[in-house]
């Protein structure tokens, strides 16, 4: 069993920047992937980005060049920074353990139980 715990969230203003912090324990190990997930309100849930075992990334098109995913796995932690946020980054934003098959990515080992972003204009 795979548990998720994040951090980091919080209320910003539109241009300020944010660290989000994932630790990963139980079943996962460094060649799992990790990945993060965000869902505004009243919306679907979306991939935001996402880290290979080996360190290659994939970003949704609206956070690239914002948003930088990273991991440490001597700690089991994988950090999202969030870097000249918008209002459209208001979202509750899920941390996962996953597996790529090819370029795509399942989050299949494990969530957190999530963590509140909100930026204001």
């Known amino acids: 069993q795979v548990r998720v715990v994040e951090s980091g969230g919080g209320s910003v203003q539109a241009g300020e920047s944010l660290t989000l912090s994932c630790r990963l324990s139980?079943?996962?190990?460094?060649?799992?992937?990790a990945g993060w997930y965000r869902q505004p309100p009243g919306k679907q849930r979306e991939l935001v980005a996402a880290?290979?075992?080996?360190?290659?990334?994939n970003y949704a098109d609206s956070v690239k060049g914002r948003f930088t995913i990273s991991r440490d796995d001597a700690k089991n932690t994988v950090i999202l920074q969030m870097n000249s946020l918008k209002p459209d980054d208001t979202a509750v934003y899920y941390c996962?353990?996953?597996?790529?098959?090819?370029?795509?990515?399942?989050?299949?080992?494990?969530w957190g139980q999530g963590t509140q972003v909100t930026v204001s204009s």
């Open positions: 996962t353990g996953g597996t790529f098959t090819g370029t795509t990515y399942y989050p299949n080992l494990g």
């Open positions: 139980g079943s996962i190990h460094s060649s799992n992937a």
């Open positions: 880290i290979s075992a080996t360190g290659r990334t």
